[in-house]
């Protein structure tokens, strides 16, 4: 079992940069594919990014290529998402999730475990 806590969201200008981490508990960290999802309230949660165990392979959101960047540290048990030229849209809660698969894929229901998520605000 793993435990996640998300940090570094807050409010940010339009075209400003966050960068979000997402740090776990437990000394199996390496053994977990790892996401992060973003919800609106009332919306389903959204698949934002992924990354494999070995933290060589990605895959991204086509609303967040080239903007969003994922990576993780597995002697820190984090994984960090850095995300430049924010916008409006962007504005959501982010959540860090956690799959035992070997390539969960975008679909949250393939993730194992979450965090509480953090907030993130772009204003225009």
């Known amino acids: 079992q793993v435990q996640l806590v998300e940090s570094g969201g807050g409010w940010v200008q339009a075209g400003g940069s966050l960068r979000l981490s997402c740090a776990a508990s437990g000394r199996t960290f390496s053994s977990y594919a790892m996401g992060w999802f973003r919800q609106d309230p009332g919306k389903e949660r959204e698949f934002v990014v992924g990354?494999?165990?070995?933290?060589?392979?990605?895959y991204y959101a086509d609303s967040v290529k080239g903007r969003f960047t994922i990576s993780r540290d597995n002697a820190k048990n984090t994984v960090y998402l850095q995300m430049n030229s924010l916008q409006p849209e962007d504005t959501a809660v982010y959540y860090c999730?956690?799959?035992?698969?070997?390539?969960?894929?975008?679909?949250?229901?393939?993730?194992?475990?979450w965090g509480q998520g953090t907030q993130v605000t772009v204003s225009s």
């Open positions: 999730g956690a799959s035992l698969r070997v390539a969960p894929g975008s679909s949250w229901s393939r993730y194992d475990y």
């Open positions: 990354l494999s165990r070995s933290g060589y392979s990605t």
